[in-house]
């Protein structure tokens, strides 16, 4: 909890004030509700751009391949299972964040509002986290799957089977540093905002019964 919110708590909790000062009080824990919410909201929306930016590189990079290599079956075998991989990801990506990046809390929204407002992005903001913790269990292994197979159909990488140390190599880096990548992307741009969400929330009910 924030001091200042335990500053303004402790100011209503002395006595019954009058209703003017009530209601300036009331205003001062919404601006610095709006404000802590705000935070978090920069924080996802971070996310949100790049992973717009790394969904486009992903689909640009795979329709590519396919159109150059379109009469070699076994890279559009790679390509379809990165499309295949992808999508269902795009469209939950779509349909939970795209809502908690437009969705502005106004200062001047009631009390109930504003509880309403932020459980509602929390739940959407945990939802969508507990189904990135799953794709990204799968999506890495076979996102190197597919990198390592296309830089073997580029030549970048010799065949595995003429040389499959360079691939197994270079496909264990791949997940390394998508593991690393991913573990700080969660802890920061996930773990951390909820947790304060939550708290916001929990400021949120305490203030009610205080109110």
Not at 80 to 85: A, I, R, Y
Request: charged residues 15%.
């Amino acid at each position: 909890m924030s001091t200042d919110w335990k500053m303004l708590q402790a100011a209503w909790q002395q006595g019954t004030p009058p209703a003017s000062s009530r209601a300036v009080q009331a205003n001062e824990l919404r601006t610095l509700v709006a404000a802590r919410y705000r935070r978090e909201q920069r924080r996802v929306g971070n996310y949100v751009v790049g992973s717009v930016c790394w969904q486009t590189i992903v689909y640009a990079a795979l329709s590519y391949m396919a159109l150059r290599f379109r009469t070699d079956p076994s890279t559009l075998a790679y390509c379809g299972l990165g499309v295949l991989l992808y999508l269902p990801f795009t469209v939950v990506f779509v349909r939970q964040l795209r809502g908690y990046t437009r969705r502005h809390l106004a200062d001047s929204a009631s009390g109930a509002a504003v509880h309403a407002h932020i459980v509602e992005q929390y739940e959407a903001l945990r939802q969508f986290f507990s189904f990135k913790k799953r794709f990204d269990l799968i999506a890495t292994p076979v996102t190197a799957l597919v990198m390592v197979g296309l830089f073997i159909r580029l030549s970048w990488v010799p065949a595995f089977s003429a040389s499959p140390t360079p691939s197994l190599l270079l496909g264990g880096l791949i997940v390394g540093i998508f593991a690393l990548a991913l573990r700080w992307e969660n802890n920061h741009q996930f773990a951390g905002p909820l947790q304060r969400l939550y708290a916001l929330r929990q400021d949120l009910d305490l203030s009610k019964t205080h109110g």
